[in-house]
């Protein structure tokens, strides 16, 4: 193991950064005031970047938080998407309804294959997580007549979003503005809820487990249990950002399950920083504007991406936030010293 | 159904299983060695397919340059794995193995940008050798005689393989660093060369794979991605690290592909994932690989 | 009560412990020594869960507890520390108790409270009581050596257990700090009422505290009893000839 000063930090806020301003609050009402002060383009991109934030965060709390590194994180997010397009395009079922369905349907899945996989070890475990996900993609990719096989399922229709014209200041808003507003609110309360998680007892358990298995089972631990809740919380929370996406996007495809997506949102994670809660949605939104800009210039943005990944595994490992914290620490000691 | 039909559908899953034994053992023994998925192994295949298909164009576009082209392909990216290793790779060591996964990832996507770049997207293709561009009738089939020759090709390397690990010096070696490598280190034995010879033989072993799949298939982007799903399937039904298990998990892939696909059109898709997991959960370790 | 009898553990042919029978009275301090290889740690491993013996039983107050799971063990009121210092590394030394109270009393289930402050008196308290107050902020792979094997002791009290084995609670220390560590645990020991199994290479130590000692040979007892009667026993001299154990003063 690596000198203890290492890039991962508890999942404790031991953050550096001034506590005294409420960022997320600051950032909450930024986001808030996109479909009025951006354009069209500005309202896209931060809806994905907000989505992708959820998504990222559901993984941390496995990868950071509890150390199961899974590769099949995808299947959850697609999973999701599917039972909620299925369900309202296909079914003509509300998204009041249809969107909490894709997060039980999800987790339903989650606590069926993680039962199997947190039961092997490591590396294993990251292998079965793949298995399953490609399991997944290929089921989406060939079941044609409940996923739409290789064609998806194309226009999943927006929920009705009628009342809000009776709200003062949304009235004029489009039907995509006024998803996105939703989205914001439905993604701030599944992180409010996903951070209370990490904060609980039971998030502290979970840091300990991933410090050291064996010894957590010698305080009384039942590992697996507690491997298999977060497994279950992680994906459904998963599955919610892919319902959200689904909708998002017009339409659920078979290419959102596949692997590389997993890989690219493990990135996403490791960008901003998986020691911290907040490094993940950082690290979203870094991604998803470098991923913009780049492929205004160029084709080749897997290069991009790849050599982002090889300077943050070299020389950063503590990504965006990390670095910032170890930044902050630095000009403190210094500003004492 | 005639047997000859089926002799042929045997044969089919017999080639796809030799290449991929080709390839996959590269990957089984770094892993062995080592303890790493090398995601980047499928890079290296394809860098063999294109660096052949290059020095193929350099040469003499009409075959005879073939087995040079692929030695020279497969000395390529055993230089390129070596370049790898020795200058990034070994820093990774003592850090989270989850790192080195991700690392050589982010090999993938370099390595599969940068071929675009210089091969550009469209198709590339090689002539299969002169010397080897007949036919055979077996069974009343009609079987390709470079297909035979990758069939028998296949036992070869596992038999040299094993040779290797067992009757050498550098394989007794090889196989006590899968055992224990830090008794190893502690023996005196040179674990960093070890390393770095295991990873260039790896590689080498891709890119020469990689080189004698051109005549028959194309050389397109994205066949690194596609490769190294295969391969680690493979690995895991017959167990990481093991040089047969790899050389089975390798023929029972071909078959289950081959037959399947007669059964249940779509079922090879979805079956081997499956059979991928099923593995996984009653036997991790494969078939004939040691629990770790 | 703690009571072992007649566990065999093999390991691909290697017999690490043979017909093991040992019985620890409540509130008794007793110890089980041996040379290297004797099968000390495998013993322990036995009892608390870790490795499932071949045949025998392991009973904790009339309980049958053979092979059951180590947090199960754990539940039922057998605490451990480790011979080489088994902690969370990452963590603070607060958080490492922390962690240790939430699920001994069984809050590992809230998903909603807020844990910051979770069990700081207690901490404080446990910590006090081992020699660590004031360590609470500090990352526990940054203690020194002593002050994790204290951490360790600490992690294992946590969890408020009837039983504690300790596998080589000195090892490594100087002869000063085992002495204050057989100071503490004696302690412990009588404070909380506690049952004491501990491993042991210092057989000052062993001498010092224990009341009943077994003589752990190639897996098997080779001598059961009081410190007098174990330092007489001819066939521990034979074992131990050379070893220093005797001490004929």
């Known amino acids: 193991m690596g000198p203890v000063r290492a890039a991962i930090v508890t999942a404790s806020d031991r953050a550096a950064l001034p506590r005294r301003l409420p960022w997320t609050l600051i950032v909450f009402l930024i986001l808030a005031t996109v479909p009025w002060l951006g354009s069209r383009y500005n309202v896209f991109l931060a809806e994905q970047i907000i989505i992708d934030a959820l998504f990222a965060v559901s993984l941390n709390l496995l990868l950071g938080t509890t150390g199961l590194v899974s590769f099949g994180h995808v299947a959850y997010f697609g999973v999701g998407a599917y039972v909620c397009g299925i369900l309202m395009k296909t079914y003509g079922v509300p998204f009041t309804l249809a969107f909490p369905a894709a997060g039980l349907g999800t987790a339903a899945f989650a606590l069926i294959s993680g039962y199997f996989c947190v039961r092997l070890i490591k590396l294993y475990f990251a292998m079965l997580t793949l298995a399953f996900s490609q399991i997944v993609w290929a089921i989406c990719y060939k079941w044609n007549d409940v996923t739409g096989g290789d064609q998806g399922l194309p226009e999943i229709p927006y929920p009705h979003l009628d009342w809000m014209s009776a709200v003062p200041g949304l009235t004029d808003l489009s039907i995509g503005d006024r998803f996105y507003l939703l989205s914001l609110v439905l993604i701030a309360v599944s992180l409010a809820v996903l951070h209370r998680i990490v904060r609980s007892p039971f998030g502290r358990v979970l840091t300990a487990i991933r410090d050291n298995p064996e010894r957590a089972g010698f305080i009384g631990v039942n590992v697996r249990a507690y491997q298999l809740a977060a497994f279950v919380v992680a994906g459904a929370f998963a599955g919610l950002a892919g319902a959200l996406y689904g909708i998002f996007s017009r339409g659920v495809f078979a290419d959102y399950v596949f692997w590389s997506k997993s890989a690219e949102v493990m990135i996403m994670t490791i960008l901003g920083g998986m020691g911290y809660f907040w490094g993940p949605p950082v690290g979203a939104a870094a991604l998803v504007w470098l991923n913009q800009e780049i492929t205004d210039y160029t084709e080749y943005w897997s290069f991009v991406l790849g050599a982002i990944l090889l300077l943050l595994l070299f020389a950063f490992p503590g990504g965006i936030v990390g670095g910032i914290d170890t930044l902050w620490t630095r000009l403190r000691n210094t500003r004492r010293a | 159904m005639a047997p000859s039909f089926l002799f042929s559908q045997f044969m089919g899953g017999l080639t796809t299983a030799m290449f991929l034994f080709l390839i996959a053992s590269g990957l089984s023994l770094v892993f062995g060695v080592m303890r790493v998925i090398n995601f980047a192994h499928g890079s290296f295949y394809m860098i063999g397919a294109y660096l052949a298909w290059q020095m193929v164009e350099w040469l003499h576009p009409s075959g005879e340059a073939f087995w040079p082209a692929a030695l020279f392909a497969a000395l390529g990216v055993g230089a390129l794995g070596a370049v790898v290793e020795r200058l990034f790779f070994r820093s990774l060591y003592g850090r989270e193995e989850l790192y080195q996964l991700l690392f050589t990832y982010g090999l993938v996507l370099i390595l599969g940008d940068a071929a675009k770049f210089i091969w550009g997207t469209g198709q590339l293709s090689v002539s299969t050798p002169p010397v080897l561009a007949g036919s055979v009738q077996i069974f009343g089939t009609t079987q390709p005689l470079y297909t035979l020759f990758i069939v028998a090709i296949g036992p070869a390397i596992a038999f040299g393989g094993w040779l290797a690990l067992n009757r050498t010096g550098v394989g007794r070696m090889v196989r006590a660093a899968q055992m224990d490598r830090e008794m190893l280190g502690a023996l005196g034995a040179n674990v960093g060369t070890l390393y770095t010879g295991m990873f260039v033989v790896s590689a080498f072993l891709a890119g020469l794979s990689g080189a004698l799949v051109t005549p028959v298939q194309g050389i397109v982007p994205g066949m690194d991605v596609l490769i190294i799903v295969q391969a680690f399937i493979v690995v895991v039904i017959g167990g990481m690290g093991s040089l047969w298990g790899t050389f089975w998990g390798s023929v029972i892939y071909g078959e289950v592909l081959s037959f399947g696909i007669l059964i249940f059109p779509g079922f090879s898709l979805f079956s081997v994932f499956a059979l991928m997991a099923v593995i996984l959960i009653i036997r991790p370790w494969g078939l004939f690989g040691r629990p770790l | ?249």
């Open chain 3, 1 to 249: 009560m703690l009571e072992v009898s007649g566990l065999n553990k093999s390991f691909a042919g290697f017999r690490a412990v043979s017909n093991v029978s040992l019985t620890v009275d409540t509130r008794q301090i007793a110890a089980v020594i041996g040379p290297n290889g004797a099968g000390k740690s495998t013993l322990f491993n036995l009892i608390t869960g870790h490795l499932r013996p071949d045949s025998g039983t392991v009973r904790l107050d009339g309980r049958d507890i053979t092979g059951a799971a180590p947090h199960r063990i754990c539940r039922m009121g057998i605490g451990r520390s480790f011979q080489r210092t088994n902690i969370f590394q990452k963590l603070t030394v607060f958080e490492n108790l922390q962690a240790a109270f939430i699920v001994h009393r069984r809050r590992g289930r809230n998903f909603w409270a807020r844990s910051d402050a979770l069990y700081r008196d207690e901490t404080e308290a446990l910590l006090a009581s081992i020699g660590l107050a004031g360590a609470e902020n500090t990352i526990a792979g940054t203690l020194s050596y002593g002050n994790q094997k204290q951490l360790e002791l600490g992690l294992a009290l946590a969890s408020d257990p009837q039983v504690l084995l300790l596998d080589e609670p000195t090892a490594g220390m100087s002869a000063s700090e085992t002495h204050e560590t057989i100071a503490l645990l004696e302690r412990i020991a009588a404070e909380r009422s506690l049952t004491l199994l501990f491993t042991e290479h210092d057989m000052e130590v062993v001498f010092q505290i224990a009341r009943k000692i077994a003589v752990l040979h190639q897996g098997q007892v080779i001598a059961e009893g009081a410190p007098a009667d174990v330092r007489n026993d001819p066939e521990v001299r034979r074992v131990y000839l050379g070893h220093g154990l005797v001490h004929t003063q």
